[in-house]
């Protein structure tokens, strides 16, 4: 076998985890985004865009590709705005 996942439980609080996963995400997108002047972010309205959005600075531009303005468009969105982003749908031919 190439590789075994190691379980090794830490006691720890509910909190904890919460703050290490915060500082690791954290320092994974200062590494990438150094000079967010002129960085885009491609949101999708889920989870996982929002999440990285919240840890970059205000003035990165958001992106959500799609056909028309739809649920997760309008998500994206207001996302965007709540988090003082500028927003651009990018629209796709609907035969894409």
């Given amino acids: 076998m190439?590789?075994?996942?190691?379980?090794?439980p830490l006691d720890r609080?509910?909190?904890y985890f919460l703050?290490?996963?915060?500082?690791?995400i954290a320092d994974a997108v200062s590494e990438r985004a150094r000079n967010t002047e002129d960085a885009g972010l491609f949101l999708?309205?889920?989870?996982?865009?929002?999440?990285?959005?919240?840890?970059?600075?205000?003035?990165?531009?958001?992106?959500?590709v799609n056909?028309?303005?739809?649920?997760?468009?309008?998500?994206?969105?207001?996302v965007a705005g709540?988090?003082?982003?500028?927003?651009d749908l990018l629209q796709r031919?609907?035969?894409y």
Avoid: C
């Fill in 2 to 8: 190439y590789w075994r996942p190691k379980y090794d």
């Fill in 13 to 15: 609080s509910y909190n």
């Fill in 19 to 24: 703050d290490r996963f915060s500082d690791v």
């Fill in 44 to 64: 999708s309205g889920r989870s996982d865009s929002r999440l990285l959005l919240s840890f970059l600075d205000d003035d990165v531009m958001s992106y959500h």
């Fill in 67 to 78: 056909e028309y303005m739809n649920t997760e468009a309008r998500i994206a969105e207001q």
């Fill in 82 to 87: 709540e988090a003082g982003s500028e927003f």
């Fill in 93 to 95: 031919d609907p035969d």
